[in-house]
């Protein structure tokens, strides 16, 4: 699926600290399989042409067979991720997940690059989930570099926040167990068996 004309590219940010978890989430298996794998298979059933995982323990990462590259930002989380992300793209469009998502699917990556499509003048197309804006569920045009940049240069963190002078496509009516993260050890069980 190449709906802009140099397709688009794909991150999946693996750099947080896990420390609800207890142990790095992205390279926790659930139903078999890491679940940063489940993220990079999305985008490349979704057609993306590159895809890096960002942060975290890259040694671990490459031993999956990824593209993993250093945080720019380590620590100063997800939204140093997102800037890491646009940076080192070598497309227009670069769709961003989170690492903990297990049910995450092609589908839904479609769908984000759909809605980003249909509105030119949009910089982002965001997941919303219940209502709840997920950012890190989400297609980012490059052309929002320069101020998500400024805005983590003047202190904020918050990917929410950060996205408020953009434009932004919400994406509603997404398969909430392709949201769903795990960001506890009881979160696990619903995903311990996948439909």
Known sequence: MALEPAGFAGAVLTGGSSTRMGVDKALLEVAGRPMVVAAATA???AGATEIVAVGGDLAALRG??????PDDHPGEGPLGGVLTALRRA???VVVVLACDMPGV??????????ALAAEPDADVAAASDAGRLQPITAAYRIRALPLLAERFGAGERAVRR??????????EGLRPAALG???????????????
């Open 162 to 171: 950060a996205l408020e002078p953009l434009s932004v496509v919400v994406v």
């Open 181 to 195: 993260d795990v960001d506890r050890p009881e979160d696990l069980p619903r995903y311990a068996h996948p439909s």
């Open 105 to 114: 699917d092609a589908t839904t990556v479609a769908a984000l690059l759909r």
């Open 90 to 92: 070598p497309t227009d």
């Open 64 to 69: 999956l067979g990824l593209d993993a590259v």
């Open 43 to 45: 985008l490349a059933e």
